[in-house]
Structures are given as C-alpha cells and as structure tokens.
C-alpha cells in the first residue's frame, strides 16, 4: 500500500525565498494534517482539512504560511517569504474518517532548512 | 485544555531489560488515547491505541492499559531490543469527531546491545 507521499524529502534554501512542500495522502482518506516538528516545541500541528476545505488553521504561526487542498489527492504548505526560524521537520499525514479512534498515517516528512 | 505529559527523556536500557515510559492526560471529555512511535528520519507511526477506559491496547509486544481513574496510559515491554531505539509519543483524540491528535512531547529510547 502507498502511504503519505511528501516531497522534496530535504529542501534547503535562503531567507526570503518561496518555498513549497508538497503531501499526496493515502487514497480514500478524508482527513490530511500538516505539523511542524522541532527541538524546541516539540510537534505542532499547523492546519488540518476535511474533505479539501480547511477546518482548523489556527496553528498556522503567521501570515507568511498557507496550506492549499485543490483536490482530495494533493496538497501543498507554502512559506513565503521564508525565515530561518521556519527550519524544522514538516509532516503531512492523513487519515480516513471522522471517527476519532482512527489513526493518522504520516508521511517521511521534508527536512526544511532555512540559510 | 487538553494536554499530554509524558516522562522526561532519555531513557536509557539494556538489551532484554524492561521498559516503562510514563504518560498521563487531562482532557474535558473521554479521549482516544494513543502510542505512536518515530525511528529516525521517519514519520510517525501508530504503535498501539485504547478508545476507552481499561482497554489495553498491544502491538509489537508493548503495551498500555488505558485508566481512566489515574488519566494514565503507560507504555510497557518486557523485554526491549535494540530496534525499538525511537521517540515515543502518547497522544489523545476527543470523541467529539473531530480527528485532531493533542500529543505529548516526546520520549526518546536508547536500547544498548
């Protein structure tokens, strides 16, 4: 079985720039997450979309973030401009209903490091 | 509001020793309770859950017994190997249906040979 797909597993940039991480969740789940993992404040989940529409965005830090769900097979986190403070382990996962004993499957995360 | 603590960090074992990691949960209703594990360079994977008070949840010879009456979900192993050297998370969902995982921050296991 395919599980979450991220790419690019690694993506170094310098500040300033737009960078965009991309999530293909697991087919037929109704559920996807995004959370941001670092040394300091453990793992935070940033936004998270049922259906494709956005539920919750309110762990989202700052405007420069934003998540986008054109379809139920993909979805994209975008930094823009980026900071060095944004460089952390970003995870997608997905899950399959609203039953809230069903796990959440993640992806292998992107390393993202901000120069 | 709803929170997940777990034992400090790390912890460190012999092969075939045994193995207890903490967790304790405050939540207004009655949650999910979760173990989910993360090897290096991974995501996190589910290792074992309970969805209600005494269930015990068991999966790769861990275990945890969900209870309600010390808001506790221990993680247990008789007998620890050096493959189950990871980060450990206890996490909770609401049964209110919504999916969203509260999680503690993390219990990081070094198994020696």
């Known amino acids: 079985d395919a599980g979450v797909i991220q790419s690019p597993r690694h993506e170094v940039t310098e500040m300033g720039q737009e960078v965009t991480l991309r999530c293909k969740p697991i087919?037929?789940?109704?559920?996807l997450f995004w959370y941001r993992q670092t040394m300091m404040r453990g793992l935070e989940l940033l936004i998270y979309?049922?259906?494709?529409?956005?539920?919750?965005d309110s762990g989202m830090p700052e405007d420069r973030f934003s998540a986008k769900m054109p379809n139920a097979s993909f979805s994209t986190l975008k930094i823009q401009p980026s900071e060095p403070r944004d460089s952390a382990v970003y995870f997608c996962?997905?899950?399959?209903?609203?039953?809230?004993?069903?796990?959440?499957?993640f992806g292998d995360g992107t390393r993202l490091s901000i120069l | 509001g709803d929170s997940v603590t777990q034992m400090e960090g790390p912890v460190t074992l012999s092969e075939e020793a045994f193995l207890t990691i903490n967790c304790t949960y405050t939540?207004?209703?009655?949650?999910?309770l979760f173990w989910y594990v993360q090897y290096p360079g991974e995501g996190l994977q589910l290792l074992l859950k309970?969805?209600?008070?005494?269930d015990k949840g068991s999966n790769k010879g861990f275990e945890a017994t969900y209870r309600k009456e010390t808001t506790s979900f221990h993680l247990e192993k008789g007998s620890v190997q050096v493959s189950d050297s990871a980060v450990y998370f206890c996490?909770?969902?609401?049964?209110?249906?919504?999916?969203?995982?509260?999680f503690g921050t993390g219990t990081r296991l070094l198994v020696s040979p």
């Open positions: 996962a997905s899950s399959q209903n609203s039953v809230s004993n069903q796990p959440q499957h």
């Open positions: 087919s037929g789940h109704d559920y």
């Open positions: 979309f049922n259906n494709n529409v956005p539920i919750d």
């Open positions: 939540a207004t209703g009655y949650p999910s």
């Open positions: 309970a969805t209600k008070a005494d």
């Open positions: 996490a909770l969902t609401l049964n209110t249906g919504f999916q969203k995982l509260v």
